[in-house]
């Protein structure tokens, strides 16, 4: 028989090696191509427990072999929920049924719209949108002032997307759907030729859209002054005809309806056609009246009544052709309707036209520029204007103007009829903007000294900001100023512009957290794609954030993009080639069908569970309260912050996330750089002579390495697997390997399986009290320091107290302590089993590496000393 020690030590010189033959022995290879062959098609714990080889293959991993036969009992492990303390599985003190559990994927995978993660992307984005309005507006008016210089003809004006772009959203040309010639055309035109493109294909079509709409209004308002001076006649007559009128009042009422008489039959020689079918209309409606009026007569014959009757039909009939005044009024409505559409479409050539300098030819003028410089002002503060938020730019306008106009006033009355100025200081002084130009005339008309003026006693909660409004004014009572006084001295201008630039945006940023708001709550009853299509304030968001908001795209389209497979570069959200798209898919998850999804995270959520878990494990190994708190608080930033992970360059360029991974994985990190933990994630694990495989810790690696889903470019990408991770899949073939070839060494020699056995399971020993509770580790112990058997009778806090003073705990965690208890206790071992070691036999184990027959000899001697 060989000896422990010998047999041990050949066995862990080389442990990839060892495992590796016992990998190639044909029943082990049988059941783990087996395994990884059929493990991904199961899909339910009832196809798991119903596959016997799959079942026992991964109970004999996680050494829980003697428990296959519990499939009842397995199954509550198994549908535990890791992250409830209080689970089925997290209630049970052997920690193997928790890492059973956890190696599986069952109700571990959560089908949600958006994650949290997700939220709070899609909400930073929408941020920075908003608040990056300004900073593009900004670019952009530098970037058309610059180039606008520099173009040479009307052609590169056009073909220029950014200028194009520019002039369009100014003066209003639909950007997707514009007539390059005609757009040219305008653009070469000199709007006062009729002879220019502008004058033969533009200015008939304005001056006729403008007549329409001019003598269509007129039509109108002379119906509308008919119709209402026929009403008040018929109204005076009615109180002509009353017997309580007086003398005095009839010649007033009867002057009135001479008046109203004259209008009439203006508006009727004005509109002769219009007027004569209106009254015809009337007439006919008069007779039906009157017809209904003697059908309604109680004493009249059948057959009089059915005349009636016909010849209500009759009339009812003739109706159908004529025309009423509000058929007019409809008419006449829409053909102004029409006609402002025509003008405004028109208006935006003639425009065009104005504003740019470009020769009959397309050519800039020699010594000019395309865009006169009055022009070209004119058009980056209307761009500024246009948007779609108050921004620095626009407010610096409106204070510019402020403070070159308020200087100019003499009056409150001036004030009130200036909209810019009446605006710009309900805003300064943050009153609400529907407070009423005669509400600022009361304020600023107030007599401060005057307890039961206007500023003192009105205005509710905005009472100081009445107070602060009138300090900043000069104005008398009467709504004048003083001689030699001016509305604003130079300071009180200062406060209100200081004011104002506070406060420009005030309105917008309410709207904004109420939107957010809005969109959180309403996120949690969202549950497929047609909820979230059919929200506006959702979409408003959300198109906003990824800069979708003026792309007025279909609900289809939408639907199309947000189903869209993420993991398919052939899905209908890649065929855009548009990356706003792609943001906007990626922030929410849906399955083809338009159900909630699970998210693609980089780790599943058993992985992120896992890891969490392992590195507060690691760091609470005989740490302080402090320290434990300190990393389970570590676990929750890690938790939160991989939902945020997109690729394998945003978890390296994170070393605090680095650290706590490696920390996890049970490696240290100031022997881990960047860069060769990059070297490992990019590795083929397939390929044994990838740099992963070299690696003497290659199942730390790999198993670290699958427990993320990144493929060999470093993006995301959704795992294969659906009941195990791949990290999952690796530990249990390593942990099947572990099991197979400690049973193996066992059946030959008890001393090897209890060393491989305790060399794998020293990295979790905490306490003596986690030895104590392994009768196999406490064996290597009691063998290790001759600790009497007798002794495990004894109270179990002796038993704790005793294995303290012979061993500390922590030296279990480094690998060279290690290795010399598990040496002695090899060596004991075959003392007290009478095991026979030859010269051959320690010359076979390594010759400078073995072990001399003195030292075997003085080790037997050894009782309880340290090592």
């Not at 109270?795 to 061993?807: G, K, S, W």
């Amino acid at each position: 028989m060989v000896s422990t020690y010998i047999d041990y030590n050949l066995l862990t010189r080389d442990m990839k090696t060892s495992l590796q033959r016992t990998s190639q022995q044909t029943l082990v290879a049988r059941e783990t191509e087996y395994y990884k062959a059929n493990i991904g098609n199961v899909t339910s714990i009832d196809e798991f427990l119903g596959d016997y080889r799959l079942y026992a293959y991964a109970m004999k991993a996680h050494g829980l072999e003697d428990m296959t036969y519990a499939k009842a009992f397995m199954r509550k492990v198994l549908e535990s929920d890791l992250s409830d303390d209080n689970s089925y599985a997290n209630m049970l003190t052997d920690e193997r049924y928790q890492n059973f559990a956890r190696a599986f994927s069952f109700s571990q995978s959560t089908e949600v719209v958006q994650s949290d993660a997700q939220e709070d992307a899609l909400i930073g984005l929408y941020n920075r949108s908003v608040s990056n309005v300004d900073t593009r507006m900004a670019e952009e008016t530098r970037y058309y002032d610059t180039m606008l210089d520099k173009i040479t003809n009307v052609d590169q004006f056009l073909q220029n997307d950014r200028l194009r772009s520019y002039a369009f959203r100014v003066f209003g040309v639909d950007e997707k759907y514009f007539n390059y010639e005609q757009v040219r055309g305008a653009l070469v035109s000199d709007p006062n030729d009729p002879n220019s493109y502008y004058g033969i294909n533009f200015a008939p079509k304005l001056a006729a859209a403008e007549a329409t709409s001019a003598s269509s209004k007129q039509a109108l308002s002379a119906l509308t002054s008919r119709g209402l001076s026929q009403a008040r006649i018929t109204q005076i007559d009615a109180l002509l005809a009353l017997p309580e009128t007086s003398d005095e009042d009839k010649v007033k009422l009867q002057t009135e309806k001479t008046t109203l008489t004259n209008n009439i039959t203006t508006i009727n020689n004005a509109f002769p056609e219009m007027t004569s079918n209106i009254d015809a209309y009337a007439g006919v409606q008069a007779e039906i009246a009157g017809l209904q009026a003697q059908m309604a007569q109680p004493d009249i014959t059948e057959a009089e009544r059915a005349a009636f009757q016909a010849q209500i039909e009759q009339r009812q009939t003739a109706l159908k052709t004529m025309k009423s005044a509000s058929f007019y009024s409809a008419d006449l409505n829409a053909k102004v309707s029409e006609s402002s559409a025509t003008i405004a479409q028109l208006a935006v050539f003639k425009d065009l036209a104005l504003m740019y300098d470009f020769a009959a030819d397309g050519s800039v003028p020699a010594g000019g520029s395309a865009q006169a410089a009055d022009s070209r002002k004119a058009t980056m503060e209307v761009y500024a204007y246009k948007a779609p938020r108050a921004t620095t730019s626009v407010a610096l306008l409106h204070k510019s103007y402020y403070e070159d106009k308020i200087g100019t006033i003499t009056t409150v009355a001036q004030i009130k009829g200036d909209s810019r100025l009446y605006s710009y200081i309900l805003t300064a002084f943050g009153l609400p903007s529907s407070s009423t130009v005669a509400t600022l005339e009361s304020i600023l008309t107030s007599d401060p000294n005057d307890p039961t003026s206007f500023v003192n006693t009105k205005g509710g909660e905005f009472n100081v900001n009445y107070k602060e409004l009138r300090a900043a004014f000069n104005f008398k009572t009467d709504g004048t100023l003083a001689a030699g006084d001016k509305p604003q001295t130079a300071a009180q201008t200062k406060v209100t512009s200081d004011y104002y630039m506070v406060r420009y945006n005030d309105a917008d940023e309410a709207a904004d957290q109420t939107l957010i708001n809005s969109f959180k709550n309403l996120m949690k009853i969202v549950s497929n794609v047609d909820d979230l299509l059919s929200d506006t304030k959702i979409m408003k968001l959300a198109l906003t954030a990824v800069g979708l908001e003026n792309e007025g795209d279909t609900v289809r389209k939408m639907k199309k993009v947000l189903t869209s497979d993420l993991t398919d570069p052939k899905s209908y959200v890649y065929t855009l080639k548009d990356d706003r798209y792609l943001q906007l898919a990626k922030a929410f998850n849906f399955n083809a069908d338009g159900s909630a999804g699970v998210p693609m995270l980089a780790q599943a959520e058993s992985e992120i569970l896992n890891t969490a878990k392992s590195y507060v494990i690691e760091k609470s190994r005989f740490a302080t309260d402090d320290e434990k708190t300190k990393a389970t608080a570590e676990a929750k930033y890690y938790s939160a912050e991989v939902e945020k992970i997109k690729s394998l360059d945003d978890l390296l360029s994170n070393r605090r996330l680095v650290d706590f991974v490696l920390v996890a994985a049970k490696l240290d990190p100031e022997t881990v750089t960047t860069d060769y933990l990059r070297k490992m994630f990019e590795s083929d694990p397939n390929d044994p002579n990838s740099f992963i495989n070299k690696e003497p810790n290659t199942t730390i690696y790999k198993e670290l390495v699958a427990s993320y889903n990144f493929d060999n470019k470093g993006d995301l990408v959704r795992p294969d697997l659906g009941i195990q991770t791949k990290r999952g899949l690796l530990e249990t073939e390593d942990l099947y390997l572990n099991q197979t070839l400690e049973q193996q060494k066992g059946e030959d020699n008890a001393g090897v399986r209890l060393a491989l056995y305790f060399r794998r399971q020293a990295t979790g020993i905490n306490t003596a009290y986690d030895l104590l509770a392994d009768s196999a580790l406490l064996q290597v112990i009691q063998t290790t320091f001759s600790i009497p058997q007798a002794m495990s009778g004894a109270d179990v806090d002796i038993q704790y107290a005793y294995i303290n003073r012979l061993l500390d705990v922590k030296d279990l965690q480094d690998p060279a302590k290690l290795e010399k208890l598990l040496m002695r206790f090899t060596a004991l071992y075959d003392v007290e089993n009478n095991v026979d070691v030859s010269g051959a036999q320690l010359i076979l184990s390594g010759g400078g590496g073995g072990i001399s027959a003195d030292t075997l000899f003085s080790l037997s001697q050894l009782r309880m000393g340290g090592f």
